[in-house]
């Protein structure tokens, strides 16, 4: 009998640890989470992000940074999205965030027609990692199955968006760091600032780049720039430009071929690519030869990168309305 009652003790011991082991994190996120109990989900984000990337280009990298951006602070939960209440201020005015975060609009009209078609089901944080692969598919880049069965969580953290998130003027060390402490090496990091071959930014983040003695900066390319950023802050701060000068609408690897050049816009873009003595110079050398290598690897460091999930049982939910918790 007591051999029966240690093993029985085992048997639940065992049980509760696995219990735990699987209430939050990569570990349970599944393409086909949705797949019984809101069927219809994929189809609506799909449709609402076409006909907003068809109507203006830009918020296709605005989804895809959304996303990113969301990872980056406190895992993929939708964090981001709140607005800010009482004590709480928003990520969203972090100063990587401010005022040059778009898309929130998209994500609120997709989850008010999923709620009406199976409501209180779908999250948040899975409509941001599904939107950012429908804005990719949708501007001719690659797709891939996103995991799903986030969590969205209760809190955001402008503390934490201010620190974690990395810099428009970062070196490439900065960068490497900031990237493995979320759990991503350089391949992964060169490939998901690929999509900035579809993004924009604004003067003042890369201002510094255009007037400081920057290297391996075209000086065509420089002049053109401060033409239209002048070296004052000042009223022309939010005027903004295409990361990829040749083909800002299509999702490509021409983003990689302009970092040979020394057309990177940013400091954080052009650090990938140093005149063949950088640490990331080969990866980018071969996005810039191989767009079929380039779309295989962001396909792969976005899936990777949807994993950064570190809800736990009752410390998410599923959000009514995105911008606030229930």
């Given at each position: 009998?007591?051999?029966?009652?240690?093993?029985?003790?085992?048997?639940?011991?065992?049980?509760s640890?696995?219990?735990?082991?699987?209430q939050g994190?990569?570990?349970?996120?599944?393409?086909?989470?949705?797949?019984?109990?809101?069927?219809?989900?994929?189809?609506?984000?799909?449709?609402?992000?076409?006909?907003?990337?068809?109507?203006?280009?830009?918020?296709?990298?605005?989804?895809?940074?959304?996303?990113?951006?969301?990872?980056?602070?406190?895992?993929?939960?939708?964090?981001?999205?709140?607005?800010?209440?009482?004590d709480?201020?928003?990520?969203?005015?972090?100063?990587?965030?401010?005022?040059?975060?778009?898309?929130?609009e998209?994500?609120?009209?997709?989850?008010?027609?999923?709620?009406?078609?199976?409501?209180?089901?779908?999250?948040?944080?899975?409509?941001?990692?599904?939107?950012?692969?429908?804005?990719?598919?949708?501007?001719?880049?690659?797709?891939?199955?996103?995991?799903?069965?986030?969590?969205?969580s209760?809190?955001?953290?402008?503390?934490?968006?201010?620190?974690?998130?990395?810099?428009?003027?970062?070196?490439?060390?900065?960068?490497?760091?900031?990237?493995?402490?979320?759990?991503?090496?350089?391949?992964?990091?060169?490939?998901?600032s690929?999509?900035?071959?579809i993004?924009?930014?604004?003067?003042?983040?890369y201002?510094?780049?255009?007037?400081?003695n920057?290297?391996?900066i075209?000086?065509?390319?420089q002049?053109?720039?401060?033409?239209?950023?002048?070296?004052?802050?000042?009223?022309?701060?939010?005027?903004?430009?295409?990361?990829?000068?040749?083909?800002p609408?299509?999702?490509?690897?021409?983003?990689?071929k302009?970092?040979?050049?020394?057309?990177?816009?940013?400091?954080?873009?052009?650090?990938?690519?140093?005149g063949?003595?950088?640490?990331?110079?080969?990866?980018?050398?071969?996005?810039?030869?191989n767009?079929?290598?380039?779309?295989?690897?962001?396909?792969?460091?976005?899936?990777?990168?949807?994993?950064?999930?570190?809800?736990t049982?009752?410390?998410?939910?599923?959000?009514?309305?995105?911008?606030?918790?229930?």
């Amino acid at each position: 009998m007591a051999m029966g009652f240690f093993l029985l003790t085992l048997f639940l011991l065992s049980f509760s640890l696995f219990s735990v082991s699987t209430q939050g994190g990569s570990s349970e996120l599944s393409p086909y989470y949705y797949d019984k109990s809101c069927p219809k989900a994929m189809k609506i984000i799909a449709k609402v992000v076409k006909e907003a990337v068809h109507k203006e280009q830009r918020k296709a990298g605005a989804l895809i940074r959304l996303h990113f951006h969301d990872c980056f602070v406190m895992g993929c939960d939708g964090s981001i999205l709140l607005d800010t209440v009482g004590d709480m201020e928003s990520e969203k005015e972090a100063p990587m965030n401010k005022g040059s975060m778009l898309g929130f609009e998209i994500i609120d009209q997709v989850k008010s027609e999923i709620e009406k078609a199976c409501p209180g089901v779908f999250s948040c944080a899975d409509i941001v990692a599904v939107a950012a692969r429908d804005a990719s598919v949708f501007s001719d880049g690659p797709g891939w199955k996103v995991k799903l069965g986030r969590k969205d969580s209760k809190i955001s953290s402008i503390e934490r968006a201010t620190s974690d998130l990395p810099r428009p003027n970062s070196d490439v060390d900065e960068l490497i760091a900031r990237f493995k402490s979320n759990g991503l090496d350089e391949t992964d990091m060169v490939a998901l600032s690929g999509a900035h071959t579809i993004g924009k930014a604004r003067c003042l983040t890369y201002r510094n780049r255009i007037y400081e003695n920057s290297s391996y900066i075209n000086p065509s390319f420089q002049k053109q720039r401060q033409n239209d950023c002048p070296v004052e802050p000042g009223q022309n701060d939010n005027f903004v430009e295409d990361l990829d000068l040749v083909t800002p609408k299509k999702f490509d690897n021409n983003y990689f071929k302009l970092l040979y050049h020394g057309l990177g816009l940013l400091t954080s873009d052009q650090a990938l690519y140093l005149g063949g003595e950088g640490k990331t110079d080969k990866i980018v050398l071969n996005y810039a030869k191989n767009q079929r290598k380039f779309f295989r690897d962001f396909a792969k460091a976005m899936i990777k990168m949807g994993d950064i999930y570190d809800l736990t049982g009752s410390s998410g939910e599923i959000r009514k309305h995105c911008r606030k918790k229930n």
